[in-house]
């Protein structure tokens, strides 16, 4: 039988342990349009029980090899009531997933051949919102066919990876010791968004500087009511295996955190703010684009060219042209 490229069958497929059409659903996800809306609708209806984790710090931090050691602690251990991990390698840089990911392919090879383990490079393609929603409903649907945990690693440290990598249940940041890693995290907003620090390659000289660094940077960072949360700092050497036991129980400690402060609903409902926001300013770029584009701006435009519409007049009348939007779209298949 040839696989299906229907999404309500391969979603069906995807939650009976279906990982060809668990793939095929992502990839349909990243590349955006109509079956992708589909596809998020399925997983936003029947949604499951992963708790998410992302990865960020800088090129070369180690954020991949942190990721192969976890991988094998969640299956060795389990978390949150199972021992699949899965895995969403995310670069916002490659138009097309599979380039500079490849490498992080080879890393994680370990488990290769595990079908405990799920992972998959992502890019952004045609999503509409990009990336920052794109993974969201990535991780949605990873949860809905059933994982526990779904790991995220963004490469890089630019807006938009910060962005991902701060839009999953526990933030992890990693940097490395040195003089100025734990500045240039600050810099790029990383402390506001960093739930447990990692300082990685330990073996390294200048560990305790950094934790030194970091630990007088959330000095000065109020913290909100006794119940607030202050992120751990953890060393680990990802190459040996070294703190990683730490830093496994960091992540959990946290989760409990949450679940005992009850943030953790509190926060995922804030997200998901966001993300309908997201999606409401790419739609109206997007109609504005198409209004341009077909010519129905033209007599606007030139009124206003002609100075007989004053630019927010122009606007209006713009704005309320475009907003042409049917809200009883058909049904998902
Ligand atoms: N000495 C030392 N080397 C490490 C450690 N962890 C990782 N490395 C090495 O650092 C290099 C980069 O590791 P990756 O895991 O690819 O780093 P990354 O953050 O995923 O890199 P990008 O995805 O390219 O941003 C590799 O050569 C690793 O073997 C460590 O704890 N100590
Ligand atoms: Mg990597």
């Not at 007049?313 to 939007?325: F, S």
């Amino acid at each position: 039988m040839p696989p299906s490229s229907d999404p309500s069958q391969l979603f069906e497929a995807a939650r009976n342990g279906d990982r060809v059409a668990l793939a095929r659903l992502l990839s349909l996800v990243e590349r955006g349009g109509e079956p992708s809306r589909a596809v998020a609708g399925l997983a936003f209806k029947s949604p499951g029980n992963a708790y998410s984790v992302g990865i960020t710090g800088a090129p070369g931090a180690g954020k991949s090899t942190l990721t192969d050691r976890l991988i094998a602690q969640g299956r060795a251990l389990g978390f949150n009531g199972g021992k699949t991990m899965a895995v969403l390698a995310v670069d916002p840089s490659s138009p097309f997933s599979g380039g500079a990911i490849l490498g992080d392919r080879v890393r994680m090879q370990g488990h290769a051949l595990d079908d405990g383990v799920f992972i998959r490079s992502m890019a952004t393609r045609g999503h509409l919102g990009g990336l920052a929603v794109a993974v969201p409903d990535a991780v949605r649907v990873l949860s809905a066919a059933g994982m526990p945990m779904v790991l995220v690693e963004t490469v890089g440290v630019g807006q938009q990876e910060v962005e991902v990598a701060a839009a999953t249940d526990t933030t992890m940041v990693v940097v490395n010791p040195g003089w100025g890693d734990a500045i240039q995290a600050n810099k790029a907003g990383l402390l506001e968004i960093a739930d447990l620090f990692v300082i990685n390659k330990a073996d390294r000289p200048g560990a305790q500087q950094t934790r030194r660094d970091l630990e007088q940077m959330l000095d000065l960072t109020e913290l909100s009511g006794p119940g607030a949360w202050r992120a751990p700092i953890v060393d680990t050497v990802a190459s040996t295996g070294e703190g990683i036991d730490a830093l496994w129980a960091a992540i959990g400690r946290h989760r409990q955190h949450q679940i005992q402060q009850g943030t953790l609903e509190a926060q995922r409902r804030e997200r998901l703010e966001r993300e309908f926001r997201q999606i409401l300013v790419a739609r109206v770029v997007q109609e504005i684009d198409g209004a341009v584009a077909d010519g129905r701006f033209t007599e606007v435009h030139s009124a206003m060219v002609d100075g007989d519409l004053d630019p927010y007049q122009a606007a209006d009348r713009l704005l309320a042209g475009i907003m042409d939007v049917n809200p009883d779209p058909p049904a998902a298949p």
